[in-house]
T-cell receptor, first 117, second 114 residues
Framework: GAVVSQHPSRVICKSGTSVKIECRSL??????MFWYRQFPKQSLMLMAT?????????EQGVEKDKFLINHASLTLSTLTVTSAHPEDSSFYIC?????????????FGPGTRLTVL | AQSVTQPDIHITVSEGASLELRCNYS??????LFWYVQSPGQGLQLLLKYFSGDTLVQGIKGFEAEFKRSQSSFNLRKPSVHWSDAAEYFCAVGGSGNTGKLIFGQGTTLQVKP
């Protein structure tokens, strides 16, 4: 149990276009989902926390107008990178938690490799 | 400030040898501690977690970790390493009363020699 999927697994796009990444919890209801960014050989950087039906909470320094997050249902959250530029190229990972805050386990998706040309 | 430190960026061990990956944390409240493993180009897989109770926790793939409050540590151990254990290992800390966010360490790359 506790499987999280991401789609697509990799995407290549032209500079200036928008890209949508989906994160789904397949066998549980995810009250909270998290979006991370990971640069090569580095740790995960939390971008934002989203709770179903409410606005996402962004970490300091993350542009909310550039990285749009929607958590429309208890099994789906989407990250849209708007007007992507080469510096947005990265590995994006989502995670899902059954709890709304407090101690719980985050289950991670397999990640999405974004390359912006 | 809340933080997690993994002092070893890179560790190499021989197959069959024992392994210990270090993790130290700084957290103002009761910590909830996790170890995750990441294979290249993949997401993170949970190895084990500590919330409360017995300070020695068992995980998947033969891993265990011991929570030592006095040393603010949560080191990961395995008695005999397999070649398939080569990966990136992340220690993370979270706690109650927050949004459920995790703070990750920098990661330790494990290389296994045949």
């Amino acid at each position: 149990g506790a499987v999280v999927s991401q789609h697509p697994s990799r995407v290549i796009c032209k500079s200036g276009t928008s890209v949508k990444i989906e994160c789904r919890s397949l066998d549980f209801q995810a009250t909270t989902m998290f979006w991370y960014r990971q640069f090569p050989k580095q740790s995960l950087m939390l971008m934002a926390t989203s709770n179903e039906g409410s606005k996402a909470t962004y970490e300091q320094g993350v542009e909310k107008d550039k990285f749009l997050i929607n958590h429309a249902s208890l099994t789906l959250s989407t990250l849209t990178v708007t007007s992507a530029h080469p510096e947005d190229s990265s590995f994006y990972i989502c995670s899902a938690s059954k709890a709304s805050g407090g101690p719980d386990t985050q289950y991670f998706g397999p990640g999405t490799r974004l390359t912006v040309l | 400030a809340q933080s997690v430190t993994q002092p070893d960026i890179h560790i190499t061990v021989s197959e069959g040898a024992s392994l210990e990956l270090r993790c130290n944390y700084s957290y103002g409240a009761t910590p909830y501690l996790f170890w995750y493993v990441q294979s290249p180009g993949q997401g993170l897989q949970l190895l084990l977690k500590y919330f409360s109770g017995d300070t020695l926790v068992q995980g998947i793939k033969g891993f265990e970790a011991e929570f030592k409050r006095s040393q603010s540590s949560f080191n990961l151990r395995k008695p005999s390493v397999h070649w398939s254990d080569a990966a990136e290992y992340f220690c993370a800390v979270g706690g109650s009363g927050n949004t459920g966010k995790l703070i990750f360490g920098q990661g330790t790359t494990l290389q296994v020699k045949p």
